[in-house]
């Protein structure tokens, strides 16, 4: 098994190699490293490679296992990517520099409300439903100008759009389709790829990329 470090300069290098026909700058795109599920005698190693941006897609694992690992690495910046009930807007204020699952107008009220209080602006991808799947949070497509216009109206920092294609499907075109919607409505960040695509959503312009699994192996 490859170690921590050759893994993290794999993806590294997968970026970098990446961005060159696509004349980008390796520093344009965020890795984040998603440690969902895993603790930390498998994130350490990732830290003690370099890696700063991490990942989680729930409020209670994160509360769970950061405030230790972050002691020792204040310089850690930790993104929420999963979705978020309003009622946990407050911890998840307290917890993350960056949310990525911001997708419906009640959570905007209670996050606008929570970094209010907190007197802490932490920056927000609107999520969008990108395959029009019913199961799957997100912004429908033709809600989305109206909801931008009312993060726009809050004192929160709109970081960009981000979407979770549908699965067993080409993730090409829903990732152009995402950078499409960001033109059009004045968007400059795409958080969008993920170990199985981070490569095409790289060419397509992602600036932030999720990956799990090719950081840290399966999650079993
Ligand atoms: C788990 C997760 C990822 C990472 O998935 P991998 O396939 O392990 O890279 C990315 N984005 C979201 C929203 C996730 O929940």
Redesign the pocket.
């Known amino acids: 098994m490859e170690n921590a470090a050759t893994r993290l300069a794999e993806v590294r290098g997968n970026i970098a190699r990446m961005c060159k026909p696509a004349r980008r700058s390796p520093e344009d795109v965020t890795l984040i490293a998603?440690s969902?599920t895993h603790g930390p005698e498998a994130i350490t190693p990732l830290i003690e490679a370099g890696q700063r941006v991490f990942?989680e897609?729930r409020v209670q694992e994160a509360q769970g296992k950061w405030p230790a690992l972050r002691e020792a690495h204040p310089d850690i910046a930790l993104h929420l990517?999963?979705q978020l009930q309003s009622n946990k807007a407050e911890e998840a204020v307290a917890l993350f520099d960056m949310i990525?699952s911001l997708d419906r107008p009640s959570l905007l009220t209670a996050l606008a409300k929570a970094m209010d209080k907190a007197g802490r602006q932490v920056p927000c991808f609107v999520q969008v439903n990108i395959g029009d799947e019913a199961q799957k949070g997100g912004c429908g497509i033709a809600d989305l100008p109206k909801f931008l216009a009312e993060v726009r109206a809050t004192p929160i920092p709109l970081a960009g759009l981000m979407c979770?294609p549908p699965a067993d499907t080409e993730a090409a075109p829903f990732f152009a389709f995402l950078a499409k919607l960001a033109a059009d409505n004045g968007v400059t960040g795409l958080s969008m790829g993920?170990?199985?695509d981070?490569e095409t959503a790289v060419q397509l312009g992602a600036t932030h990329v999720?990956?799990?699994?090719?950081l840290?192996g399966s999650?079993g």
Do not use: E, L, Q, W
């Open positions: 998603v969902k990942g897609n990517i999963g990525h979770i993920m170990s199985g981070y999720r990956v799990g699994t090719a840290f999650r």
